[in-house]
């Protein structure tokens, strides 16, 4: 860590001296306000009224932009912004400004870009209100339609879709002690540029500052909407105060239930979630998929990684029938992947799963972290891809994502009283189903044999391999037993003699978990 520190302290020395000459605006300035803020007290941002704060979820809903007041609307640009007024969810204005050329200029909010059927609400929207962030539109789906895809607000989230996608999981610019004992930090983007494109571009450039209590940040994102819609990140980030757990490229996402737990009593629905895995490449050339759940207490778990390759949170399965919901169209919610540029090092994929009773809450959290503590004064550079799409197309299209390996495209869990020889008490039954990839030329009756282990202290008593002709997949069966007061935690993957064939399944069920024992 010194010596990239030490690399990044001279990169920032450097860009700082060249923003007193540089013409036109760029990365440079925003990382002089970052180190200049990193290096002065944090204040906190001024709030917008309590009133606003204070609406209900309809009454700030209500509160509508007019889109023929978009940015650049009737410009023949391909690109819009629409803007979002605060309150709410969203505390404290952030500032816009715009970049056309040379020039830089602030953005006014203007109320009357707004409308509502709440007259006497709008009467009372302060003129000087501000803007809580933006959206950016493009003809995504038709030529004709500027289609919302990409949604800075809140903190430092943003949302975005690939072609035909509905709205899922978020990105972040950064995370600071997820699920720490002392309490999550939430940095905020308290600024942003937006370059004018010219009229025929595919792509958009937006410059952010990320400002709190111990970190601040430069950010430049340059966006490509399409069939997967690419964000391509550069961040400076500069630690005010000393940070435990830096979370670089976060993601989070909702898993309300689904396929490895049971169904809560009452609900209809098969499953309900915007994702149902992370999966890391790591630098050894291993792919991990690890299942979501919804746990019953908090669940962390750490991956680490060399030189990491690529992870995401994704949303595989894409059935209807897994889903039955015809509003929410859960079948329709993007996977986010991240691809570093160049080498991070050593590290670790944090993911963070959090118990929820219900599906408005986000409760998953994944990231990349260094392997130790990020020291106040230090400066860091990162630089990452970040593609949204459909799992499908977006693994067509990025050979980052590419694999020649099977998936594992469902994980079913359930107790084991009633399976297999011994002592039946505390047993699990966990069925998973690979397919596709080298799986795809293998005959069903091939000698395919499995992999399987057990950490944690537990026992794997029992595995198989079969081809289930119904479903057209290979399913490998495992009966175990974690250890006493510890969580069930598995490994596996299948192989032909010595070659792996599938990704590197992975799991861990906590002591304290929904599925029920027989007869309770």
């Given amino acids: 860590m010194g010596t990239r520190h030490c690399r990044c302290a001279l990169f920032v ?87 056309n050329g040379k020039s830089v200029a602030p953005l006014p909010f203007k109320r009357d870009a707004f409308t509502s059927d709440d007259t006497e609400l709008m009467r009372k929207v302060p003129a000087d209100l501000g803007f809580a962030g933006f959206k950016l539109t493009f003809p995504l789906n038709t030529p004709a339609v500027h289609d919302q895809f990409l949604v800075f607000a809140g903190a430092s989230y943003f949302r975005a879709v690939g072609k035909g996608d509905n709205w899922g999981l978020s990105g972040r610019g950064a995370a600071i002690d997820t699920a720490l004992p002392s309490g999550e930090e939430f940095p905020s983007f308290v600024e942003f540029w937006l370059e004018k494109p010219a009229n025929d571009a595919k792509s958009m450039r937006i410059y952010g500052l990320l400002d ?87 669940n962390v778990q750490s991956f680490i990684v060399r030189d990491v390759k690529g992870f995401g949170l994704m949303q595989r399965d894409q059935r209807f029938s897994s889903y039955e919901d015809p509003e929410a169209s859960y079948e329709r919610r ?24 219900e599906e408005t ?46 998936r594992s495209v469902h994980t079913f869990v359930g107790r084991g009283e009633f399976d297999g020889p011994g002592d039946s008490k505390g047993r699990y039954r966990v069925l998973v189903d690979f397919k596709g990839g080298a799986l795809e030329a293998r005959a069903p009756s091939a000698p395919l044999r499995a992999e399987v282990s057990a950490m944690e202290g537990g026992q794997v008593l029992e595995h198989s391999v079969s081809w289930v002709e119904a479903s057209q997949v290979w399913r490998l069966a495992i009966l175990a037993r974690p250890a006493e007061n510890k969580p069930l935690a598995l490994r596996g993957a299948l192989l032909h003699e010595n070659q792996a064939l599938t990704e590197t399944w992975t799991y861990t069920l906590q002591q304290e978990n929904p599925i029920p024992e027989l007869g309770r």
């Fill in 361 to 406: 809450n986000d409760n998953i959290v994944a990231f990349w972290s260094p392997p130790a503590a990020v020291a106040a004064g230090s400066a860091l550079t990162f630089e990452y891809r970040i593609d949204v799409g459909d799992a499908p197309v977006l693994q067509a299209a990025n050979t980052e994502t590419r694999s020649v390996l099977g």
């Fill in 13 to 99: 020395c450097l860009i700082i001296a060249q923003a007193a000459w540089s013409a036109e605006f760029g990365l440079d300035q925003v990382a002089a306000k970052a180190k200049g803020l990193s290096m002065r007290p944090w204040s906190a941002p001024p709030e917008v009224p309590a009133f606003m704060r204070k609406l209900s979820y309809d009454e700030f809903r209500s509160i509508r932009f007019e889109p023929a007041r978009s940015l650049w609307h009737g410009t023949g640009s391909r690109f819009e912004v629409m803007m979002m007024v605060p309150g709410l969810f969203f505390t404290h204005p952030v500032k816009l400004n715009i970049i």
């Fill in 334 to 357: 993007p996977s986010m992947w991240i691809t570093p540029v160049g080498s991070w090092g050593p590290g670790r994929v944090v993911l963070v799963e959090l118990p929820t009773k």
């Fill in 212 to 298: 709190s209590k111990r970190l601040t940040g430069a950010y430049q994102f340059t966006v490509f909407p399409g069939d997967v819609t690419r964000i391509e990140v550069k961040a400076l980030l500069f630690a005010r105060e000393r940070m435990e757990l830096l979370g670089v490229a976060p993601l989070t996402s909702m898993f309300f239930y689904g396929e490895p737990s049971s169904r809560p009593l009452g609900h209809w629905r098969p499953e309900v979630h915007d994702s149902d895995g992370l999966l890391v490449h790591d630098g050894n050339g291993e792919w991990l998929w690890n299942p979501l759940m919804n746990p019953r207490t908090l």
